[in-house]
């Protein structure tokens, strides 16, 4: 069942956040049937994160990792030259292809290939510009304030 909801109205009261109301809308999508081979998504700390791929009988020649903006998209085709006339043929290695929605600032720090797992490791990193800072606040001085309040009561006994 599948519900549409109108964000426009928030679009005109924030900025910034078009991203968000876009994943909310297209997170009701249906992502496709089929979710071969498993995965598993792993918080490792406050801004590093894992993803494992089960991919047995994949070769490093067989994975391409691309890193796109705010996606990880993870493709695996296994090459066909084999000419084998199979008896049981139970292993699935059919071409799959996973896309990760990743956060503002999220980077791939390293992939590999481990007993039939494929380990991405990613990162979090803010540039230091986007870090939050405290804003020193000026003001007028005492005297300055002293007078304000001073020119009201004049204004207030004319």
């Not at 494992?52 to 066909?80: C, R, W, Y």
């Not at 199979?86 to 292809?97: E, K, S, V």
């Amino acid at each position: 069942m599948r519900s549409n909801v109108d964000f426009s109205p928030f679009y005109r009261s924030s900025v910034g956040f078009d991203r968000i109301f876009n994943l909310l809308e297209n997170s009701a999508q249906p992502q496709g049937v089929d979710k071969w081979p498993p995965y598993d998504i792993v918080k490792l700390g406050e801004d590093k994160y894992r993803i494992v791929i089960a991919v047995p009988g994949f070769t490093q020649d067989d994975l391409t990792i691309t890193h796109e903006p705010n996606m990880l998209v993870v493709k695996g085709d296994k090459s066909g030259d084999e000419d084998f006339q199979y008896l049981h043929h139970g292993l699935a290695l059919r071409p799959f292809l996973h896309r990760f929605e990743l956060a503002d600032h999220v980077s791939v720090t390293d992939a590999r290939l481990d007993n039939g797992l494929l380990i991405v490791e990613l990162k979090k990193e803010i540039p230091e510009e986007m870090k939050p800072r405290r804003i020193a606040i000026s003001g007028m001085g005492n005297a300055a304030v002293g007078e304000s309040a001073k020119r009201v009561k004049d204004d207030r006994a004319a």
